[in-house]
């Protein structure tokens, strides 16, 4: 069926709306701020075969896994005849959806007329999933360490709660209520999905619907493969280190090797580390989505992602490695060797399109968590954020101060007044880090400081700060960025640490962390003397 150019663009962006008011709701409904204010989530609609038709802003990082959760849950029931009304669905397996078990993917089969047409689909962080530490931990060795792994699951059956599935994740968790809203907020999102696709449906008729999508899928393709065809053909490679796969552990070496052939593009990431010890891992599908993100950055940015992107990209792990964990490896720090991944994609790519390439950011998610005791409701909480980076500089402007890492996307910081208001915490600066951002013709971005101070006692705080080893580095003669910092100050002593799994924080103890800056790009050399002028009058730089 053939379906004319003008009713094709306004299905597209019916789906791309039907997404934005999921993930409207989810926010609207949601119980804790890492979901209503840091915005840790991600929602999809997708076709009756798991294909995504419409995206809302969220976390790029989840996009890709969301459309592995519809897969590995119908693979495991024997195909879609299990889906009915009513179903809701949810997995978390790092080793079938590649991130940590706190993210919690969430999905409705969508019917119409009686039939399966689609997928309404929502991925976010819980809080709390019983692991052995509050929150998440820092340390952990093994996966059952970590909290609840839940293979796909049954949360509803048509239309009714499986109460026992829902008794075992609220029972499981220091932070019920927490759990018991926020998968709910999830669900609701999901049910928007559904009522808004039937509508799209009845207006326009589901042949309609499907060729549009089937023609979005293939302007998609099309483009990719354009887009790919335009670079030089070759093999491009970078390599870096993280600091540590844990508090005391080793360095984590990645490696990238970027295949362009025609219009076909290949990440190879052998060389990489063995899967770690510690929790620096995650499942091949989580590394197929940050890969996927890095093509998307520097490849036909502009263009949505749809069922029909990616066809022309291939990824490469080794098996075991740290992209590709195995049981029993602990996954809770999934992201820092994907967003350093990403990042070396882009410095591997430059010497082949320079004018697109930015320099080196610090691509991790720089995370502060405090748990402990409320004495205001004698109740336990945890507050979890990840903090600003700076990003690089580009041939024609200067990074961008304190923006969240490549993988973080929409991520948002946690506002002072929300964590005064809900955490015996208070925040004594918020500020730019001045002269954080490396030098260049182009300045890198600048990272952040943030100071905390702990208003209660049993209180422990966890840190997790990287890319010291590999900072954000600087191209084509600009300098590198300044690397992270944590210092904790109590009773009196002063630690600086990077990685630290519940430390003590006492009342009165200050948390000082300063995140790094964003490569600059070009030699500082050429650096407009007014765009120098402006960096001092600004703040930016001290001299």
């Given amino acids: 069926m053939s379906v004319d150019p003008v009713t094709v663009e306004v299905i597209r962006n019916a789906f791309m709306s039907i997404a934005s008011q999921m993930n409207n709701n989810l926010a609207r409904s949601a119980y804790t701020p890492i979901i209503y204010e840091m915005k840790d989530c991600s929602v999809g609609l997708f076709d009756a075969e798991g294909r995504l038709v419409g995206q809302a802003p969220g976390l790029p990082i989840f996009l890709g896994d969301l459309e592995t959760a519809i897969r590995v849950t119908t693979e495991h029931f024997g195909g879609t005849d299990v889906y009915q009304p009513g179903d809701v669905y949810a997995v978390n397996d790092s080793y079938l959806v590649g991130s940590h078990l706190n993210d919690v993917s969430v999905f409705s089969p969508i019917f119409f007329g009686g039939e399966l047409v689609g997928f309404g689909a929502t991925k976010a962080h819980w809080m709390d999933i019983g692991a052995k530490d509050p929150g998440q931990a820092m340390d952990g060795t093994e996966i059952y360490q970590e909290g609840y792994r839940i293979g796909p699951t049954q949360l509803y059956r048509a239309g009714e709660a499986v109460t026992g599935v829902l008794d075992f994740l609220t029972r499981n968790s220091r932070l019920p209520r927490s ?49 790919v065809r335009q670079l030089p053909d070759g093999q491009y490679e970078a390599s870096g280190d993280l600091d540590s796969w844990g508090p005391g552990g080793d360095p984590v070496h990645v490696a990238v090797r970027v295949v362009i052939a025609g219009d076909e593009l290949e990440i190879d990431l052998a060389g990489s580390s063995p899967q770690t010890p510690g929790c620096m891992n995650c499942g091949f599908s989580q590394t197929i989505s940050a890969a996927r993100l890095a093509f998307k950055f520097l490849v036909n940015p502009e263009v949505p992602v749809t069922g029909g992107t990616f066809r022309n990209v291939r990824v490469v792990a ?54 402990g005791t409320d004495p205001s409701t004698g109740e336990q909480f945890v507050s979890g954020e990840a903090t600003a980076v700076g990003w690089g500089a580009y041939q024609g402007g200067d990074g961008t101060n304190a923006l969240i890492n490549y993988g973080g996307g929409d991520l948002k910081n946690v506002p002072v007044e929300v964590q005064e208001a809900r955490y015996p915490i208070r925040v004594h600066r918020y500020a730019l880090r001045v002269d954080s951002g490396g030098s ?28 010291t080893r590999t900072p954000g580095w600087g191209l084509f003669g600009g300098e590198a960025g300044d690397v992270t910092s944590v210092t904790i100050s109590t009773n009196g002593q002063t630690r600086d640490v990077l990685k630290v799994n519940r430390h003590p924080a006492p009342s009165g103890s200050r948390i000082l962390v300063a995140t790094g800056g964003g490569g600059g790009f070009g030699d500082p050399g050429e650096r407009d003397a007014e765009a120098h002028r402006s960096d001092i009058l600004e703040g930016y730089v001290s001299s």
């Fill in 179 to 227: 759990v018991w809203g926020d998968m709910h907020a999830q669900i609701a999102a999901c049910r928007t999905g559904e009522r808004e696709f039937g509508k799209l449906l009845a207006r326009f008729g589901r042949d309609t619907v499907e060729a549009a999508a089937a023609t979005i899928f293939e302007q998609s393709e099309r483009l990719d493969r354009d887009a």
């Fill in 440 to 467: 260049g013709r182009w300045r890198g971005g600048l990272g952040i400081e943030r100071e905390y101070e702990v208003l209660a006692d049993n209180v422990t705080v966890s840190t997790w700060f990287e890319r």
């Fill in 318 to 371: 080794p098996p075991r490695s740290v992209f590709d964990a195995r049981e029993p490896a602990a996954c809770q720090y999934y992201y820092p060797h994907l967003g350093l991944m990403i990042d070396l994609f882009i410095k591997a790519l430059a010497p082949a399109i320079p004018d697109r390439v930015v320099a080196g950011q610090p691509a991790d998610a720089m995370n502060i968590l405090f748990t």
